[in-house]
């Protein structure tokens, strides 16, 4: 409750609404009264957080892939937020404090194309990753000239690949050179596809992981 010191025409102490007055050194003073949070770390928020952090870290070597598959989706945001905001949603496993990315789930590619069809990831050239997959050339949408954009990702290195201007749909694959010190490492492996011009893509497809020779 605020308490009057000169008057109803003159200053007050204390809380009214959302002011609070005071007197300093005989001259009345107001400002804006906030709330303070009881407890910012919930549970909820700590989870939520955790969550973010770790979906951020995993898309940061993905930026420059995201960047042009995501870009539809980037309506009032940046693609690389689009891209983060969606797989925060489905792409997380586990509980807290122990998550982790579900590779099965993610996608580095959103849009109206058709996907590549059975894809299949192979390690048989030192240095190098396989890509394989069946021409679905058809209809409006599926173009025999559209291209395969591919996507390795090292999480050891914390560090991607990328290739967008590959073979064409009716291709059927497209090896990818790595750097030579990801001998040993596990990559996971994403491949969309992009009309001939690239304004528009595929949802990416997960091919695997493979251990690199």
Same mark, same amino acid.
């Given at each position: 409750?605020?308490?009057?010191?000169?008057?109803?025409?003159?200053?007050?102490?204390?809380?009214?609404?959302?002011?609070?007055?005071? =007197?300093?050194?005989?001259?009345?003073?107001?400002?804006?009264?906030?709330?303070?949070?009881?407890?910012?770390?919930?549970?909820?928020?700590?989870?939520?957080?955790?969550?973010?952090?770790?979906?951020?870290?995993?898309?940061?070597?993905?930026?420059?892939?995201?960047?042009?598959?995501?870009?539809?989706?980037?309506?009032?945001?940046?693609?690389?937020?689009?891209?983060?905001?969606?797989?925060?949603?489905?792409?997380?496993?586990?509980?807290?404090?122990?998550?982790?990315?579900?590779?099965?789930?993610?996608?580095?590619?959103?849009?109206?194309?058709?996907?590549?069809?059975?894809?299949?990831?192979?390690?048989?050239?030192?240095?190098?990753?396989?890509?394989?997959?069946?021409?679905?050339?058809?209809?409006?949408?599926?173009?025999?000239?559209?291209?395969?954009?591919?996507?390795?990702?090292?999480?050891?290195?914390?560090?991607?690949?990328?290739?967008?201007?590959?073979?064409?749909?009716?291709?059927?694959?497209?090896?990818?050179?790595?750097?030579?010190?990801?001998?040993?490492?596990?990559?996971?492996?994403? =491949?969309?596809?992009?009309?001939?011009?690239?304004?528009?893509?595929?949802?990416?497809?997960?091919?695997?992981?493979?251990?690199?020779?």
């Amino acid at each position: 409750m605020a308490k009057l010191v000169e008057g109803v025409l003159g200053g007050f102490r204390g809380k009214v609404g959302t002011v609070v007055g005071n =007197i300093w050194k005989g001259v009345a003073t107001m400002r804006v009264y906030v709330a303070s949070i009881s407890n910012p770390k919930t549970a909820a928020q700590l989870a939520q957080r955790a969550k973010f952090a770790l979906m951020v870290q995993f898309m940061k070597p993905l930026a420059d892939f995201v960047r042009a598959t995501f870009k539809k989706l980037a309506i009032k945001k940046t693609a690389f937020n689009a891209a983060v905001s969606y797989n925060l949603k489905r792409a997380i496993t586990g509980t807290y404090p122990d998550y982790d990315v579900d590779y099965t789930k993610v996608l580095v590619s959103q849009g109206t194309l058709p996907g590549a069809l059975n894809p299949e990831v192979t390690a048989t050239v030192a240095g190098e990753i396989g890509f394989t997959w069946e021409d679905n050339t058809g209809g409006p949408y599926a173009k025999a000239t559209d291209k395969a954009a591919l996507c390795v990702y090292n999480p050891a290195k914390g560090y991607s690949v990328d290739l967008f201007d590959g073979n064409t749909r009716a291709g059927g694959s497209q090896s990818v050179t790595l750097p030579a010190n990801w001998t040993g490492d596990e990559v996971q492996c994403f =491949i969309a596809f992009s009309n001939a011009n690239g304004s528009v893509y595929s949802n990416s497809a997960f091919v695997g992981g493979i251990i690199v020779l």
